[in-house]
């Protein structure tokens, strides 16, 4: 059984991270969307919210499982016997990062292999935080993240530790 791991923060995971894990489930026999705890990026929802809300997403999908982790990508590659991590590619721009990201990742773990996936054309300006900004903003982010994401968004920004700073 071929495993791939698809790592990333998810918060909010958007219509393109499921697109990506729809055509991960074409090439792979098993699909792990690992979510990590990420606490240095300042998450907008807790990790359970965000394990939540991608099993809500991909629940249609058998060959897909989510779960947390709080470890090196590498070793819980190893724990969950996968051959591979994908990682989408929007631009060029991604691409040096996620580049030095292979290279160590294959440093600490000869084993690791990465797969890079372009988004389709539609998704290709796609971000978690692109995403943020305009529901943030009160903007419609119906065409960006499914139902259950929207309605989450909405109810996490309207809340009173919004923090928002009366401008704009």
Do not use: W
Request: include cysteine.
């Amino acid at each position: 059984m071929r495993t791939v791991i698809y790592p990333g923060s998810f918060d909010p995971v958007t219509n393109g991270h499921l697109d990506l894990v729809h055509r991960a489930t074409h090439l792979f026999d098993r699909v792990i969307v690992g979510v990590a705890r990420s606490e240095n990026k300042h998450p907008l929802f807790s990790l359970e919210e965000r394990v939540g809300l991608v099993r809500r997403s991909v629940r249609h999908l058998p060959t897909v499982t989510v779960e947390g982790f709080d470890c090196l990508l590498v070793d819980y590659l190893d724990q969950q016997g996968a051959v591979a991590i994908i990682r989408g590619l929007r631009a060029v721009s991604d691409f040096e990062f996620e580049f030095q990201l292979a290279l160590m990742n294959r440093k600490l773990n000869a084993r690791c292999e990465t797969i890079y996936m372009t988004p389709k054309e539609t998704y290709a300006f796609l971000s978690s935080s692109i995403v943020k900004e305009i529901a943030r903003l009160h903007g419609d982010v119906s065409a960006f993240v499914p139902a259950h994401v929207k309605k989450a968004l909405k109810n996490k920004l309207s809340g009173p530790s919004e923090g928002r700073t009366g401008k704009g």
